[in-house]
């Protein structure tokens, strides 16, 4: 069992948002800012998509946000495209015996 | 362009061992901490193992902890993963990965990524 939490799947249309929920404890997403958020696609490397919860890296589309609260945080997608299909993972720093842990991943579907 | 490159998987009996190997180009490998992250067949991403630019800091996850050990070799631009005890649930594709510029080191945040190189322990 991950030790955070997301749904299994969420889908969306074309155009619409989507938001993917990573749930955690006190011992990691409550307690720190550094969560960050990847975008997997079949046979592909993850990809960086939101880091330090917030942040953007150079390149990738506005249309990705990140946010928090409590012991959960959030992946938005706006203006969902064919293209965002793919998993979702989101990770975050531990203070328990791990330096850090992943969330079970989110298989976006765009219908 | 900044590339990782992973060789040494393959298909290993349980109990025995393998070393992994990542090679880093077009960048200064020695100011970067690196990790490994794999992936089993169809599930989730698992970070198992960080360590420091001059190696004075290593972590690992708890399974992986006791068996597996990380290095570097910073004149050679080069990271390993060093696996003994191999279990099946060790079968996995073993990515190596490099920390975000302006990331917080707490972060978690990989932005340059291997293509994976593929364990499998089964007898």
């Known amino acids: 069992q991950s030790a955070l939490t997301q749904p299994a799947s969420v889908s969306g249309s074309p155009g619409q948002s989507i938001t993917i929920s990573c749930t955690g404890t006190s011992s990691d997403v409550g307690s720190y800012n550094y969560v960050s958020w990847y975008q997997q696609h079949p046979g592909k490397a993850p990809k960086l998509m939101i880091y330090d919860v917030t942040n953007r890296p150079s390149g990738v589309s506005n249309r990705f946000s990140g946010s928090k609260s409590g012991n959960t945080a959030s992946l938005t997608i706006s203006g969902l495209q064919a293209e965002d299909e793919a998993d979702y993972y989101c990770?975050?720093?531990?203070?328990?015996?791990?330096?850090?842990?992943f969330g079970g991943g989110t298989k976006l579907t765009v219908l | 362009e900044v590339q990782l490159v992973e060789s040494g998987g393959g298909l290993v009996q349980p109990g025995g061992s393998l070393r992994l190997s990542c090679a880093a180009s077009r960048f200064t490998f020695s100011t970067y901490a690196m990790n490994w992250v794999r992936q089993a067949p169809g599930k989730g991403l698992e970070w198992i193992s960080y360590?420091?630019?001059?190696?004075?800091?290593?972590y690992y996850a708890d399974s992986v902890k006791g068996r597996f050990t990380i290095s570097r070799d910073n004149a050679k631009n080069s990271l390993y993963l060093q696996m003994n005890s191999l279990r099946a649930e060790d079968t996995a594709l073993y990515y190596c990965?490099?920390?975000?510029?302006?990331?917080?080191?707490?972060?978690?945040?990989?932005?340059?990524w291997g293509q994976g190189t593929m364990v499998t322990v089964s007898s």
């Open positions: 360590i420091s630019r001059s190696s004075s800091a290593i």
């Open positions: 990965a490099r920390p975000a510029d302006g990331a917080h080191f707490n972060g978690g945040a990989f932005d340059i």
């Open positions: 990770i975050s720093y531990t203070t328990t015996t791990t330096l850090w842990v």
